[in-house]
């Protein structure tokens, strides 16, 4: 991604010093950041996501702060500071250990067909923010989001945010059952979701791309 294309990460509701991982699950905050990594400085959603993708998609034991430190060794760090990091620190940070990172260009029915968590880029009032589409059930979407925790979006409010590229990271060790396809159910989605047919297994070949998808950084 080139450098005049790093904008400002959106900020988002932060409480400095809350815990990425371990709460009591009974505790609503707790139960809001199910299964995703909560990001604790104002450039770090990049770096949370991934960490979310590591530990739920591919069974790591891994941090935002880990994950931010190592992402740091391939990226400028001033600019990340500035900025935040980009597609191309987060697809050469996956390559360092050992997977496969692609931004493809695609359209929201696409998006809903494929297999596996997608990191998206969302514009939030002029600022960029990495989510994670956990799962599409019809015009409703669960974001895995850093910042605020597990959310609903509608696809108008989705599709104005979003730059139209999928981010995935793929590579041995992905668990196709993870708990990222299956997000906990918000009230005003319990019965859309309660009905909709699982996701079958996907293999690496069946994420749903194909060879003609424009690659895009």
């Known amino acids: 991604m080139p450098e005049s294309d790093r904008t400002p990460v959106w900020?988002?509701?932060?409480?400095?010093?809350?815990?990425?991982?371990?709460?009591?699950?009974?505790?609503?905050k707790a139960m809001r950041f199910e299964d995703v990594v909560r990001q604790q400085a104002d450039f770090s959603c990049g770096a949370a996501v991934m960490a979310?993708?590591?530990?739920?998609?591919?069974?790591?034991?891994?941090?935002?702060?880990?994950?931010?430190?190592?992402?740091?060794?391939?990226?400028?760090?001033?600019?990340?500071?500035?900025?935040?990091?980009?597609?191309?620190?987060?697809?050469?940070y996956a390559q360092v250990i050992g997977l496969s990172a692609e931004g493809y260009k695609v359209d929201y029915p696409t998006l809903a067909s494929i297999n596996?968590?997608?990191?998206?880029?969302?514009?939030?009032?002029?600022?960029?923010?990495f989510v994670i589409?956990?799962?599409?059930?019809?015009?409703?979407?669960?974001?895995?989001?850093?910042?605020?925790?597990?959310?609903?979006?509608?696809r108008p409010e989705f599709e104005a945010a979003w730059n139209g590229i999928?981010?995935?990271?793929?590579?041995?060790?992905?668990?196709?059952?993870?708990?990222?396809?299956?997000?906990?159910?918000?009230?005003?989605?319990?019965?859309?979701?309660?009905?909709s047919a699982s996701l079958?297994?996907?293999q690496a070949a069946e994420f749903g791309f194909s060879p003609g998808y424009d690659f895009t950084f």
Do not use: C
């Not at 995935?168 to 009230?187: A, I």
């Open 11 to 28: 900020l988002g509701q932060l409480s400095p010093g809350a815990p990425v991982m371990g709460a009591s699950p009974a505790s609503w």
């Open 116 to 129: 596996i968590p997608s990191i998206v880029l969302l514009d939030i009032r002029g600022y960029k923010h």
């Open 52 to 92: 979310t993708i590591l530990n739920y998609a591919y069974g790591h034991e891994t941090t935002e702060r880990q994950v931010l430190v190592n992402m740091l060794k391939v990226a400028d760090p001033d600019l990340v500071r500035q900025k935040g990091f980009s597609l191309l620190d987060m697809k050469t």
């Open 166 to 195: 999928a981010f995935v990271v793929m590579g041995e060790g992905y668990d196709p059952q993870n708990v990222l396809l299956d997000p906990p159910s918000p009230l005003s989605a319990r019965q859309l979701l309660a009905t």
């Open 133 to 154: 589409v956990r799962r599409i059930f019809g015009d409703s979407i669960a974001i895995g989001d850093p910042a605020l925790g597990n959310r609903v979006m509608t």
């Open 200 to 202: 079958p297994p996907a």
